[in-house]
C-alpha cells in the first residue's frame, strides 16, 4: 500500500456509507451537542493516560462535525490511511471513534505498524493522533454490518 495517497486518491480506498450529522442540524444539535459532551468527558481521561505534558495539549480546540459511518458486512472498508493527508485536513490532532454495534468477526480497527487491533465492541470509544505515526485502516466486518460515530479535534 502507498503510504502516500493524496486526499483525492484516498477516496478510491474508502468503501462505507456515511451522513454527516451537520447535513441535518436543525434536526440533530441537540444530539450533536449531547454527543460532544460525552466526547469531552473522555478527552481528561485521554490526555492523563496518555500522560501528555499540558504545554503539549492546545488551549483552544474544536469537533470536526460528526459523521455516522455504515461498513457493511462482507464489503465495507477503508484501506491504510492516516487522517492527516493535506492541507484541508492538517487542523486535525486528534480521533474518536465510538462502536455503535459489537460486530463478531471482523471489522476491526488495524494499526499495522503497531500490531495492534481494536475490535468493534458497542460502546467503545478510541481515540488517537491524527497524524502519519498512526497510520490504521478499517478491516471488513465478516459477519454483519458495523457502525460508527467518528469526529476530529481540530486545533482553532
Known sequence: MNKNLTHTELKDH????EINLNDFREETLKTQMSIYERFKSFLAKYKKDAKLHTKTWPENFKFEEIRLKRYRAG???FLDHVDVGSLDSAMRFL??????????EGGGTEFPDLDLTISPECGTMILF????????????????????LGSYLHYV
Request: aromatic share 16%; proline share 5%.
Open 14 to 17: 474508502r468503501h462505507f456509507d
Open 75 to 77: 464489503r465495507g472498508n
Open 95 to 104: 480521533v474518536l471513534f465510538v462502536y455503535l454495534n459489537d460486530v463478531e
Open 129 to 148: 493522533p491524527s497524524t502519519w505515526t498512526y497510520l490504521h485502516r478499517g478491516n471488513t466486518p465478516i459477519s454483519n454490518d458495523k457502525y460508527i
